[in-house]
Nanobody
Framework: VQLQASGGGSVQAGASLRLSCAAA?????????MAWFRQAPGKERAFVAA??????????FYTDSIKGRFTMSRDNAKNTVVLQMNSLQSEDTAVYFC??????????????????WGEGTQVTVSS
């Protein structure tokens, strides 16, 4: 699965950004759980959000720090996922990666549960 993320940029605190991730020519997109992770300088890659595959009911998972501000959605017909990020804070500054895999639900937040990764897109939030 080839993943291409886009939509990053530099914004002021309080602004919004919309990240997209497209899976090229993927006929089995709906069978993958899709996730976003982020990596800030000097830190490990961290879970942000996920939407599970159809067989797991398309459930959404969020890390606590972004609940109420970020929303993740998927469009299986278009092989895309979107991460709508509102009320951005300086702590959200990181490189954001989209990922695809078939982890069990308890492993959705673990980077090791995802097989495929797109190149990251930089999000910079200045206060």
């Amino acid at each position: 699965v080839q993943l291409q993320a886009s939509g990053g940029g530099s914004v002021q605190a309080g602004a919004s950004l919309r990240l997209s991730c497209a899976a090229a020519s993927e006929q089995t997109f709906s069978t993958y759980t899709m996730a976003w992770f982020r990596q800030a300088p000097g830190k490990e890659r961290a879970f942000v959000a996920a939407v599970t595959r159809n067989s797991n009911g398309g459930k959404t998972f969020y890390t606590d720090s972004i609940k109420g501000r970020f929303t993740m959605s998927r469009d299986n017909a278009k092989n895309t996922v979107v991460l709508q990020m509102n009320s951005l804070q300086s702590e959200d500054t990181a490189v954001y990666f989209c990922a695809a895999g078939r982890p069990i639900l308890s492993n959705v937040r673990n980077p090791a549960g995802h097989y495929y990764w797109g190149e990251g897109t930089q999000v910079t939030v200045s206060s």
